[in-house]
């Protein structure tokens, strides 16, 4: 069934189209490039969060569910782009990006009723409600049409869409690009800028450890069992920013946007392995010890990595000293910092462990990011790169 | 005779935020603790006849509590005119309490009974120390299994929490949160005995016996399931098919070597054994003779013809093997290989057994 729609699809003289499409479509691709890609996201989901009173009204919020609907379908229209679509390993991205864009409206949605209702001086949505439920027989009805419905759904997706098994691996064959499952291609970004034990372990540890350490954190009762937006508006911001930005957003950059040797594409190029693509990166250190002196260019400054252990201490520690400095500024003076300026109401409610474990998560939330567009920017590879100890930050 | 009703007893249940209303509304029976975080009903007025006269304020700071989390329960009882009257007004009833009464020397005590007399105190604010008589109280407290044990011979009790003592824990409101102070109170009464240091021993050993089996046989079962009886050594050749590679060209012809597979590559002036693991996760690159480089497809590493890292994550360059001549012959060793820890840091290439000279 899909091939046929692929074949329909194909049908459609792309020569006729014009270059009109093809000017869109290379449009859309030029703002797919990562450093576009990801502030535009933000942008948006700032935009959403400043104005979740206007769009989040049925109507406006329709007209964006068929404004994407259509840009969507008609993108499939897209040779290169469909490729990507119908696999039977991206079908849940498709469903991922709606049911991701219908939670958050829902959630918004009711936040806009619930803050309008408070500024009237009205009671809640929630107010009144009975989260009551007779175990026999309404909840154990609803769960079980619930499976019935879930299960009939997955044996007929698991019988329209083969599984992607592949054949046994085999080093003079490899996949290119070797993708993880779908819902690890967010952390499988976050591989190209980290050293594998931060990306792969303390990254998503941290993800778990702080969503349980969360409600210990922040004990303000506002918007606890009813939605808000008004009442709550940093918290939520970041979560949101957490959750859609670095997580969604990645996941839908690794399906869409990278390609052949992990290079990035835009969703409408074609995938070719020959692309050149070059990225030198370099360190903190190198830009440190070679390019800066390089640029300067003064007579008691000579470019060129430390080699040698100074006053006892091994040479690579001083190579890497710049970028040791700019990390612990970053992790430890930075939160001291802050708690006395911006931070320091939250820091009094909080006290000085809580607050620790605040910044910890925070910090490591926000190294994402900045690590990403620094590389995007600067070629930036490693902040401190010790191989010798496996601390590649 | 009038009947009144009148609350007989007041407890707390979980979730008060400690906004400190209800103490200001009645300081006689409720006591907000910051550092617990929670407010407590003070341990004299677990007791009827001191709730009794009280009945109008307590109400009231149920009704102020913003997450109503204070609880009463009332009865009826028959009283003469002039006390119905009283309570009506909220005034503090004349005949005090029997055990509010005997209270001697606590000092917040002295404070209630003179405060109880205008309808709606404004209160100064106090300077938070644990009232004494909870301190009592909780000295004299224990928790086990679940239950709340008062020792009744704890000298210096308050005549007011002998009262309590005497109550069976039972008896008492059904205060979570007043149960919980109760439970800080333990570590400090229970000195440890022999017995419970055998016990945290062989809780220990359980714990180890059940923790630590699996943790090995979970590190066993992490570890690759292969038969390491493949020879390190493998033979490649005269050395002439390399010497007529073009410097910078690499011969791809062992890369399916099991278990691990290697490029020869020529430099200016050697030639070389790479392993084609990669050295950021462990992919296996391509090589692309167009780009003149080798390229993973995992996370986009790039490294020179010479294994120098120079694109994406990987923090080192590709590893080399043993490389040495015999006769003709060129042997790579597997069992052997030389790491450089950068690609500022590549001094063990030079070493003799890493390269064969041409
Ligand atoms: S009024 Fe309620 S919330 Fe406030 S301190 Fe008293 S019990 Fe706690
Ligand atoms: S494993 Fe090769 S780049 Fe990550």
């Given at each position: 069934m899909m091939t046929t729609f692929a074949h329909i699809l194909a049908s459609v003289d792309p020569a006729q189209q014009g270059s009109a499409i093809d000017r869109i479509k290379s449009f859309v691709d030029a703002l797919c490039a990562p450093y576009y890609f990801v502030p535009l996201t933000t942008l948006l989901l700032v935009i959403a969060l400043v104005s979740y009173?206007?769009?989040?009204?049925?109507?406006?919020?329709?007209?964006?569910?068929?404004?994407?609907?259509?840009?969507?379908?008609?993108?499939?229209?897209?040779?290169?782009?469909?490729?990507?679509?119908?696999?039977?390993?991206?079908?849940?991205?498709?469903?991922?990006?709606?049911?991701?864009?219908?939670?958050?409206?829902?959630?918004?949605?009711?936040?806009?009723?619930?803050?309008?209702?408070?500024?009237?001086?009205?009671?809640?949505?929630?107010?009144?409600?009975?989260?009551?439920?007779?175990?026999?027989?309404?909840?154990?009805?609803?769960?079980?049409?619930?499976?019935?419905?879930?299960?009939?759904?997955?044996?007929?997706?698991?019988?329209?869409?083969?599984?992607?098994?592949?054949?046994?691996?085999?080093?003079?064959?490899?996949?290119?690009?070797?993708?993880?499952?779908?819902?690890?291609?967010?952390?499988?970004?976050?591989?190209?800028?980290?050293?594998?034990?931060?990306?792969?372990?303390?990254?998503?540890?941290?993800?778990?450890?702080?969503?349980?350490?969360?409600?210990?954190?922040?004990?303000?009762?506002?918007?606890?069992?009813?939605?808000?937006?008004?009442?709550?508006?940093?918290?939520?911001?970041?979560?949101?920013?957490?959750?859609?930005?670095?997580?969604?957003?990645?996941?839908?950059?690794?399906?869409?946007?990278?390609?052949?040797?992990?290079?990035?594409?835009?969703?409408?190029?074609?995938?070719?392995?020959?692309?050149?693509?070059?990225?030198?990166?370099?360190?903190?250190?190198?830009?440190?010890?070679?390019?800066?002196?390089?640029?300067?260019?003064?007579?008691?400054?000579?470019?060129?990595?430390?080699?040698?252990?100074?006053?006892?201490?091994?040479?690579?520690?001083?190579?890497?000293?710049?970028?040791?400095?700019?990390?612990?500024?970053?992790?430890?003076?930075?939160?001291?910092?802050?708690?006395?300026?911006?931070?320091?109401?939250?820091?009094?409610?909080?006290?000085?462990?809580?607050?620790?474990?605040?910044?910890?998560?925070?910090?490591?939330?926000?190294?994402?990011?900045?690590?990403?567009?620094?590389?995007?920017?600067?070629n930036m590879k490693y902040f401190v790169a010790i191989t010798e100890w496996f601390l590649n930050v | 005779m009038p009947t009144v009703e009148m609350v007989t007893k007041v407890w707390i249940a979980p979730?008060?935020?400690?906004?400190?209303?209800?103490?200001?509304?009645?300081?006689?029976?409720?006591?907000?603790?910051?550092?617990?975080?929670?407010?407590?009903?003070?341990?004299?007025?677990?007791?009827?006849?001191?709730?009794?006269?009280?009945?109008?304020?307590?109400?009231?700071?149920?009704?102020?509590?913003?997450?109503?989390?204070?609880?009463?329960?009332?009865?009826?009882?028959?009283?003469?005119?002039?006390?119905?009257?009283?309570?009506?007004?909220?005034?503090?009833a004349a005949p005090a309490p029997a055990t509010a009464g005997e209270a001697p020397a606590a000092a917040a005590h002295a404070a209630t009974s003179t405060k109880a007399a205008p309808a709606k105190p404004a209160e100064p604010p106090k300077p938070k120390v644990m009232d004494p008589a909870i301190q009592a109280l909780l000295a004299a407290t224990t928790v086990r299994g679940g239950h709340v044990v008062i020792d009744r011979g704890v000298a210096g009790m308050p005549d007011s929490v002998k009262h309590l003592a005497k109550l069976s824990p039972d008896q008492l409101p059904p205060d979570g949160k007043f149960q919980r102070v109760l439970e800080k109170a333990k570590p400090s009464s229970e000195e440890p005995t022999r017995r419970d240091l055998l016990l945290g021993a062989g809780w220990t050993a359980l714990a180890m016996g059940f923790g630590v089996g699996p943790l090995l046989a979970f590190n066993r079962f992490m570890a690759p399931n292969v038969l390491e009886q493949e020879d390190p050594k493998v033979r490649c050749g005269p050395l002439s098919k390399y010497t007529s590679l073009a410097p910078g060209d690499v011969n791809e012809d062992f890369k399916p070597v099991k278990p691990s597979g290697f490029w020869i590559i020529r430099e200016e002036e050697r030639i070389s054994a790479l392993s084609i693991i990669c050295t950021h996760l462990g992919c296996i690159p391509s090589w692309l003779p167009n780009d003149r480089k080798f390229k993973c497809p995992c996370h986009g590493s790039g490294f020179k013809p010479n294994g120098t890292n120079f694109e994406g994550p990987a923090p080192r360059p590709l590893e080399r093997f043993k490389i040495y001549l015999d006769g003709d012959q060129v042997i790579v060793d597997r069992s052997k290989k030389f790491l450089a820890m950068g690609p500022n840091d590549t001094a063990v290439w030079n070493d003799p057994d890493a390269s064969i000279p041409v």
């Open positions: 009173k206007q769009w989040t009204r049925p109507k406006a919020a329709l007209l964006v569910f068929v404004a994407f609907t259509v840009f969507y379908g008609a993108s499939m229209l897209d040779e290169d782009f469909f490729k990507i679509i119908k696999k039977p390993d991206n079908v849940p991205i498709t469903m991922m990006i709606y049911f991701t864009g219908f939670c958050t409206w829902l959630g918004f949605r009711q936040a806009a009723v619930n803050d309008d209702r408070m500024k009237r001086g009205e009671p809640l949505i929630e107010s009144g409600a009975d989260d009551k439920v007779l175990v026999w027989p309404d909840l154990v009805y609803t769960e079980l049409i619930a499976l019935v419905l879930c299960t009939a759904f997955l044996v007929v997706w698991a019988i329209l869409l083969k599984a992607p098994l592949e054949p046994p691996a085999n080093p003079t064959n490899i996949p290119n690009p070797s993708k993880a499952p779908w819902y690890f291609l967010g952390l499988q970004e976050l591989l190209v800028y980290f050293d594998p034990w931060i990306a792969g372990v303390l990254l998503p540890g941290l993800i778990i450890v702080g969503l349980i350490a969360l409600p210990y954190i922040d004990k303000n009762p506002r918007g606890n069992g009813y939605y808000t937006l008004k009442e709550r508006p940093l918290v939520i911001s970041v979560f949101m920013f957490g959750f859609v930005i670095m997580w969604c957003v990645l996941i839908v950059l690794g399906t869409f946007l990278r390609g052949p040797n992990w290079n990035l594409f835009g969703p409408y190029e074609t995938w070719d392995p020959h692309r050149p693509a070059a990225l030198l990166n370099i360190n903190v250190s190198d830009v440190f010890w070679v390019v800066l002196p390089e640029k300067l260019n003064v007579a008691w400054w000579k470019p060129g990595l430390p080699s040698e252990a100074s006053f006892g201490i091994p040479a690579f520690l001083v190579r890497e000293a710049p970028g040791i400095v700019l990390l612990g500024g970053y992790f430890f003076a930075l939160p001291v910092f802050l708690a006395k300026t911006v931070f320091r109401k939250i820091y009094t409610q909080i006290g000085l462990i809580r607050y620790a474990v605040f910044w910890l998560l925070l910090s490591w939330m926000f190294i994402v990011p900045i690590k990403m567009v620094l590389r995007w920017l600067f | 979730g008060c935020i400690v906004c400190d209303a209800c103490e200001t509304t009645c300081p006689e029976v409720f006591h907000v603790q910051h550092e617990n975080e929670t407010c407590i009903i003070r341990p004299e007025a677990l007791d009827v006849e001191f709730t009794k006269p009280l009945t109008k304020t307590i109400i009231e700071a149920a009704q102020e509590c913003p997450v109503d989390v204070i609880k009463y329960e009332v009865a009826k009882f028959d009283v003469s005119d002039e006390v119905a009257a009283k309570i009506a007004g909220g005034a503090t």
